[in-house]
């Protein structure tokens, strides 16, 4: 085994999965911090649902640099963001935790990885 193999399985080992702060702060801060979704068709719900509805701008969108393309890269982030949209529709606090644990099971089993080796 060579010395660069060692060293990247020992860097491996030693990351943290991280969180939705770490990931998009605004949204952890919507999402976690605040006790309560905003009232339905009022100017902040329609501003958050602008915003989930624009891959970019959503909760994945902000964890992948605030941008679109991880829509064509991953399917499971796809797929995910447009979860966080729907859930928010439906203003569900609990769906809407869900998708938390579910992105950051998957951000951290996929992407984590893929950024310790790039």
Not at 27 to 40: H, V
Not at 112 to 118: A, N, S, V
């Amino acid at each position: 085994m060579s010395l660069t193999t060692d060293f990247d399985l020992d860097i491996r080992e030693t990351v943290r999965p991280l969180t939705l702060k770490e990931l998009a702060p605004k949204w952890a801060s919507r999402l976690e911090t605040e006790n309560k979704l905003p009232f339905p068709l009022t100017f902040t719900w329609f501003k958050w649902y602008y915003e989930l509805d624009h891959p970019s701008k959503c909760v994945v969108g902000e964890a992948h640099g605030n941008s679109p393309t991880y829509q064509k890269e991953c399917m499971e982030c796809d797929k995910l963001g447009w979860e966080f949209g729907g859930s928010f529709l439906l203003h569900s606090k609990e769906a809407l935790g869900r998708n938390i644990d579910a992105f950051l099971k998957h951000w951290n089993e996929k992407h984590l990885q893929e950024r310790i080796t790039t």
